[in-house]
């Protein structure tokens, strides 16, 4: 219920203005179109904006019936609030659509001293564009949720056919080099073998990936870096022998909040330390404390990576310059995003004479304090 009493003096002494003047300038500055009518549809007064809604001087409406100037109709429309405003003693709003725009038509009743609505104010405001944009989102929304759908369809498909059908040719190529082949012949299954193990080691990358980006927060127990660490390196254990690259890892317990999701950070830099060092080389495995956290670095004697892509590095599909490229860089913006679930940092810095070291901070697992029993 809207009770309408104009206590203006304080305002028109500060503004220097009366308070009829104050009235009528604070009534045309609205954006909404407002109107004021009696109960039966009378316009009484009409602000700027309304006139031009209706496309009308205030003089033509004042004295015409709303629905006459608004719907040019004879009768209040179906959907007028009004009526109900009127009975309820409250604002009622309605949404209606003229002339190919979108408005909220609000009324609210004026009850003077008799307790009995005379007046009612009659907002109507533009809501177009909001509509446009509502409906335009919305829209993205379908496109957004039908893509989605294709991504996972796609990613199924990826990680389940195309690993199938890899493995039949990977058996295929075992098969033959369990066979007599000529030297030649030989080398061609292996390098075929190898690719085979690389198109694998891709897929699984992306699905992995795609996985991290739908993940949002992660449960968090205490997990042991280094029987972890160890875990990652028997899996590669067999590539880096083959490679004659020394690995040192690091010794004792060294507690993390985590979740084991962090297998995948610690595989994948020493997989990318595989790729990236030269036969006969060593990589290095570290874990330091810090009074809140712990820090792993992994050191390879390889290539190493320009200045100027080490901000970047992390980034999906960027790699360290040209030379010496392996691989998709999937590998390190998986370790990225699992690194950022667990609140931690990544960065990468040069190794001393040659390569680089790939350092990993994460939330230290602190001894539980002793309660005291009285």
Same mark, same amino acid.
């Given at each position: 219920?809207?009770?309408?009493?104009?206590?203006?003096?304080?305002?028109?002494?500060?503004?220097?203005?009366?308070?009829?003047?104050?009235?009528?300038?604070?009534?045309?500055?609205?954006?909404?179109?407002?109107?004021?009518?009696?109960?039966?549809?009378?316009?009484?007064?009409?602000?700027?904006?309304?006139?031009?809604?209706?496309?009308?001087?205030?003089?033509?409406?004042?004295?015409?019936?709303?629905?006459?100037?608004?719907?040019?109709?004879?009768?209040?429309?179906?959907?007028?609030?009004?009526?109900?405003?009127?009975?309820?003693?409250?604002?009622?709003?309605?949404?209606?659509?003229?002339?190919?725009?979108?408005?909220?038509?609000?009324?609210?009743?004026?009850?003077?001293?008799?307790?009995?609505?005379?007046?009612?104010?009659?907002?109507?405001?533009?809501?177009?564009?909001?509509?446009?944009?509502?409906?335009?989102?919305?829209?993205?929304?379908?496109?957004?949720?039908?893509?989605?759908?294709?991504?996972?369809?796609?990613?199924?498909?990826?990680?389940?056919?195309?690993?199938?059908?890899?493995?039949?040719?990977?058996?295929?190529?075992?098969?033959?080099?369990?066979?007599?082949?000529?030297?030649?012949?030989?080398?061609?299954?292996?390098?075929?073998?190898?690719?085979?193990?690389?198109?694998?080691?891709?897929?699984?990358?992306?699905?992995?990936?795609?996985?991290?980006?739908?993940?949002?927060?992660?449960?968090?127990?205490?997990?042991?870096?280094?029987?972890?660490?160890?875990?990652?390196?028997?899996?590669?254990?067999?590539?880096?022998?083959?490679?004659?690259?020394? $690995?040192? =890892?690091?010794? *004792?317990?060294? !507690? &993390?909040?985590?979740?084991?999701?962090?297998?995948? #950070? +610690?595989?994948?830099? @020493?997989?990318?330390?595989?790729?990236?060092?030269?036969?006969?080389?060593?990589?290095?495995?570290?874990?330091?404390?810090?009074?809140?956290?712990?820090?792993?670095?992994?050191?390879?004697?390889?290539?190493?990576?320009?200045?100027?892509?080490?901000?970047?590095?992390?980034?999906?599909?960027?790699?360290?310059?040209?030379?010496?490229?392996?691989?998709?860089?999937?590998?390190?913006?998986?370790?990225?995003?699992? $690194?950022? =679930?667990?609140? *931690?940092?990544? !960065? &990468?810095?040069?190794?001393?004479?040659?390569?680089? #070291? +790939?350092?990993?901070? @994460?939330?230290?697992?602190?001894?539980?304090?002793?309660?005291?029993?009285?």
């Amino acid at each position: 219920m809207l009770n309408i009493r104009l206590t203006l003096n304080f305002v028109t002494e500060e503004v220097g203005m009366s308070s009829h003047n104050l009235w009528k300038a604070t009534f045309n500055s609205m954006e909404e179109a407002i109107s004021i009518h009696r109960v039966d549809g009378t316009i009484l007064k009409a602000n700027r904006a309304f006139c031009k809604l209706v496309g009308l001087g205030e003089e033509e409406i004042i004295g015409k019936k709303c629905f006459e100037v608004v719907h040019k109709s004879l009768n209040f429309p179906h959907f007028c609030p009004m009526k109900k405003s009127i009975k309820a003693l409250d604002k009622r709003s309605v949404e209606v659509s003229m002339g190919g725009r979108h408005f909220i038509v609000s009324t609210y009743p004026i009850v003077e001293d008799s307790a009995e609505c005379t007046k009612v104010v009659h907002v109507i405001k533009d809501v177009t564009q909001l509509k446009r944009a509502r409906e335009a989102l919305k829209k993205y929304a379908e496109k957004l949720e039908k893509a989605n759908s294709q991504r996972q369809l796609l990613i199924d498909i990826i990680s389940h056919d195309l690993l199938n059908i890899v493995g039949t040719i990977m058996n295929s190529q075992e098969l033959l080099l369990k066979s007599p082949l000529a030297q030649g012949q030989r080398r061609l299954v292996e390098c075929s073998l190898q690719s085979s193990l690389r198109l694998v080691d891709i897929i699984r990358q992306a699905s992995s990936y795609s996985r991290l980006e739908d993940i949002d927060k992660l449960s968090f127990k205490e997990i042991e870096l280094v029987e972890i660490i160890n875990i990652s390196y028997r899996l590669l254990m067999s590539d880096f022998k083959r490679k004659g690259i020394r $690995v040192i =890892l690091p010794q *004792g317990k060294f !507690w &993390v909040l985590g979740d084991e999701i962090l297998s995948e #950070v +610690f595989y994948n830099l @020493l997989s990318n330390a595989l790729k990236y060092s030269p036969e006969g080389s060593t990589v290095k495995v570290e874990v330091k404390e810090e009074p809140e956290s712990i820090v792993v670095s992994v050191a390879d004697e390889g290539c190493g990576i320009p200045e100027e892509y080490r901000e970047t590095i992390f980034d999906r599909y960027v790699r360290g310059g040209k030379s010496g490229v392996k691989g998709t860089g999937l590998g390190l913006a998986i370790v990225k995003r699992i $690194v950022e =679930l667990h609140n *931690g940092e990544v !960065w &990468v810095e040069a190794n001393s004479p040659k390569g680089s #070291v +790939f350092k990993v901070r @994460l939330m230290r697992s602190m001894p539980k304090a002793s309660v005291a029993l009285f």
